[in-house]
């Protein structure tokens, strides 16, 4: 499985508003998000997801938006600045000491891992982390590309996560690429 970094200059390119034809952040979390909550977005790169994601939790809720990259969170702060979203926004940086969630362990309503994972050499640790950041029944949202990801790999990241305890739940519907709702269910809590 392809584990190159996304470079900063595609990350300008994933900011083009006609992907919204295509993957559309109310549609695909929609479903999943709504005000107040806390939502955790690993792989955040320039914020595609995280403003739409941000309008959606409110002003009461927030986003935690993580990224390996300290460009990418550099540009998503000026948007989201000038979007006047910045007060409901937390960038984090994953060092490397690990990802850093400790302080909002068992926080977390929904966690949104967009076109990310298939970049992660280990994922063992990240699913590990997300589970851990998730309260009880809260759920993470998978998408991959179909692209980079084959069927078989997709089921392979899937089998990681359920080995840590995730539950696999049908979708609400269609939204693209390769997906998986994931949830920390309150029995394995
Ligand atoms: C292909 S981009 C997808 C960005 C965004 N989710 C989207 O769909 O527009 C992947 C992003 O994940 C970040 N990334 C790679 N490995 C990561 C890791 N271990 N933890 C968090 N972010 C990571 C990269 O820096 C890049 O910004």
């Not at 899937?158 to 080995?163: G, L, M, W």
Request: net charge neutral; charged share 25%.
């Amino acid at each position: 499985m392809a584990e190159r970094v996304c470079p900063p200059f595609i990350g300008y390119f994933l900011l083009n508003p006609l992907r919204k034809i295509v993957e559309n952040p109310d549609r695909i979390f929609g479903p999943f998000v709504c005000e107040g909550m806390t939502v955790l977005e690993p792989g955040c790169a320039m914020g595609f997801f995280t403003l739409p994601l941000a309008r959606m939790v409110g002003p009461s809720g927030r986003v935690i938006a993580l990224d390996i990259q300290d460009k990418m969170l550099s540009v998503l702060g000026r948007r989201a600045q000038k979007a006047g979203l910045i007060d409901r926004i937390e960038l984090r940086r994953i060092g490397p000491d690990g990802y850093g969630l400790d302080d909002i362990s068992g926080q977390v309503d929904f966690a949104a891992a967009i076109h990310v994972v298939h970049e992660i050499p280990d994922k063992d640790t990240f699913f590990n982390e997300i589970w851990k950041a998730l309260r009880p029944g809260g759920r993470l949202l998978v998408m991959e590309p179909r692209g980079h990801v084959s069927r078989e790999q997709f089921e392979e990241t899937q089998a990681i996560a359920e080995k840590i305890g995730f539950k696999k739940e049908d979708l609400p519907k269609k939204i693209g690429g390769r997906s998986v709702s994931l949830i920390k269910q309150e029995t394995n809590a």
